[in-house]
């Protein structure tokens, strides 16, 4: 069941010109399932029509604070109060300044009264207009009042300036809106996360790799960020945005993937040791012995080439070896049959916490798929079997799991 299912959502929309991008959050909030009620300032409508806004969230739009209202129609202060969230998108510098000074002069601000749930607002503003003092007063003010942000990002601006002001894009506002809904279960962690394949040259136009996509290392760290971890994200050669919020360390051979997990793993940042390592890669288990400088060139008169190739060191079973006890290791084990027992030896052989064992063989899992199914197992023969679901749910019950673990690790 995806995570939006059902939910609650408020969307109000100031009077600023990326009202236009809020109609994109509806609609995406309205494909995963949540509920989503409009509520515009005049100002707002006057971007945006109320035609739009119904037609997009499939119900009513409450505009005027002073509304008969029709019968049977929710209360809107209720409304306010048992939304799972709202989202006020575009927060507009006036917006902002009546909200700050807990102004109720219309709809929106009257609800936002009331409001004691998560609230997230997304500014939007003429550069000169987000860095004046009176905005950035009025922001602070928000932050202590409990509001979240999300942006304002820099580039240019429909007023043909540019700069810092620009709405944070759609795709931007549901991450930021989906961590303000998940309990920060592990805030104050941090953990390393590998993902994607690995390439290995062979001369200046070859290499060796893949099938990795990285979806999985993906939804690893989307879901330790979403949990409120600080993520070091070391990746190979993936066609993936960004997860927000993440530390991103890319490489492209195993043996740079060995040295940046090393480093991370060793070394605290800002006096934080890493708490956790998820290994997710497909790390090349061998490399060409040497990577020729010039183009290989085919050899007309032989019908066969051999490579000669070198072992590369393997992360996993480092970091492991390397843990210092309050540290938790998980690693992955694509496997092609035997799966459980193949993953048994494997977790004792690289001396890991846990193994993530899937087999990529069967139906819905593996290489690029969207979906899996996983075995987890532990020390002492622990293990717990998950049907086939959506990697996203997969790497939200890896994460749970790992905060047990280190939940139980920091107990003794
Ligand atoms: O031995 P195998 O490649 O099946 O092990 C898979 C697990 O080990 C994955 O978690 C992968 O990220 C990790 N690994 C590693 N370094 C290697 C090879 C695999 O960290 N050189």
Known sequence: MSFWNGKQIVIGIGGGIAAYKSLEVIRRLREAG????????????RFVTELTLQSLAGGPVHGELMQPRQPGEMDHIRLAREADLV???????DLMARMAAGQ??????????????????APAMNPAMWSHPATQRNVARLREDGVRMIGPESGALACGESGEGRMAEPAAILEAARRALTPPILAGRRFLITAGPTREELDPVRFLTNHSSGKMGW??????????AEVDLVHGPVALPPP????????????EMHATALKAWLEPRDGRE???????????????????????KKEHEEPEMHLTLTQNPDILAELSARANGRQVVCGFAAE??????????????????????????????GFGSATNIVTLIGRDGWQESWPLLPK???????????????GQRHQT
């Open 274 to 296: 890493c708490d956790a390592a998820i290994l997710t890669a497909a790390v090349a288990d061998y490399r060409p012995a040497q990577r020729q400088p010039e183009k290989i």
């Open 244 to 255: 927000p919020g993440a530390r991103l360390l890319p490489v492209t051979t195993a043996g």
């Open 34 to 45: 949540a509920m989503v009620v409009p509520v515009p300032t005049p100002a707002g409508l």
């Open 87 to 93: 989202i006020i998108a575009p927060a507009t510098a």
């Open 104 to 121: 109720a002069d219309d709809l929106l601000t009257a609800l936002l009264l009331a409001r004691r749930g998560p609230t997230l607002a």
């Open 392 to 406: 996203e749910e997969v790497a939200e019950r890896l994460i749970r799991a790992l905060h047990a673990l280190l």
């Open 336 to 365: 092609t049959g035997n799966a459980l027992e193949r993953g048994r030896e494997k977790l004792a052989r690289k001396g890991c916490d846990l193994l993530a064992i899937n087999d990529v063989t069967a139906p819905g899992c």
């Open 219 to 228: 939804e690893t760290a989307l879901a330790a960020l979403r949990a409120g």
